[in-house]
């Protein structure tokens, strides 16, 4: 794992943006695994930047979210579906039918996974995975105690998420209560991993993702199994963060990050 750290907020935004887009430039038939979240609005805003002023091009782009919540249809707008179209797929030249998010309005929802599952493998697999992290250490809504190895399923969502995401809920309560999530198993298989994380409040829950011991009480720990992840902060998020000394010194020192710093 590799722990950048960056001055502000939107310099760490600007970095992951640019990861991104560098991926796609070199290879354009990109399988991207997205996340949504306050954190990502920014993120698909610079992304829509690239794409109208440095013509990044999504045409032969694919993408797949990490969940979505169970009842809500597209069109209602806190589905994931909204969100994305709203953030990123409306403003780039993505072709719709490449963009793929679990059907929070399925009639089988002990199947959905699965048929998740066989999309993903249908195109070879995620080649990034973008992620955030909740409050409660989840990536996805791979709440804690969540297999380490679990796959694309339905799953309860815990008090902290309902009161993170209730916010944007009117009434609070009326936030749906289940979630389809990539497990962390489906999101360990991506070929790269890129976290962001920014702001104070996630302060310590990051510091235990990346420095605790492996736990499914902190999903995100997983991450430190994967062979290609790195994790992007700003200097609020890194607070609790105890070996900062050595991520900058490794950042400043690895010639694949030289055109980054
Ligand atoms: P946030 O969500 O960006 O809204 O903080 C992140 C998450 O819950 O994964």
Redesign the pocket.
């Given at each position: 794992m590799e722990v950048i750290i960056q001055p502000t907020a939107e310099a760490a935004v600007k970095l992951t943006a640019r990861v991104l887009g560098d991926a796609l430039r070199r290879n354009p038939e990109m399988v991207f695994g997205l996340?949504t979240?306050?954190?990502?609005e920014s993120v698909y805003a610079e992304l829509v930047r690239m794409h109208r002023e440095e013509k990044l091009d999504f045409a032969n782009a694919k993408t797949f979210n990490l969940d979505e919540y169970i009842g809500l249809p597209p069109e209602d707008k806190n589905s994931y579906r909204y969100y994305m179209d709203n953030h990123l797929f409306n403003h780039i030249n993505i072709k719709k039918a490449n963009t793929h998010l679990p059907d929070g309005m399925t009639n089988d929802i002990a199947g959905e996974g699965a048929r998740y599952e066989a999309a993903i493998k249908a195109v070879g697999g995620i080649d990034l995975q973008l992620l955030?992290?909740?409050q409660d250490g989840?990536?996805g809504f791979n709440e804690p105690l969540s297999s380490l190895n679990s796959r694309t399923r339905d799953k309860s969502l815990t008090p902290l998420t309902l009161e993170?995401n209730g916010i944007y809920f009117d009434p609070p309560e009326s936030m749906p209560r289940r979630a389809f999530t990539m497990g962390v198993g489906t999101i360990l298989d991506a070929r790269r991993i890129v976290m962001l994380v920014t702001g104070e409040r996630k302060a310590q829950i990051i510091a235990r993702a990346v420095e605790g011991p492996v736990s499914s009480m902190v999903t995100a720990s997983a991450i430190q199994f994967h062979t290609n992840a790195v994790v992007i902060l700003d200097e609020a998020a890194a607070g609790c963060l105890q070996g900062r000394d050595y991520y900058n010194w490794s950042f400043n020192n690895e010639p694949c990050w030289e055109p980054y710093r």
């Open positions: 996340a979240g306050a954190t990502m955030g992290i909740g989840h990536i993170q």
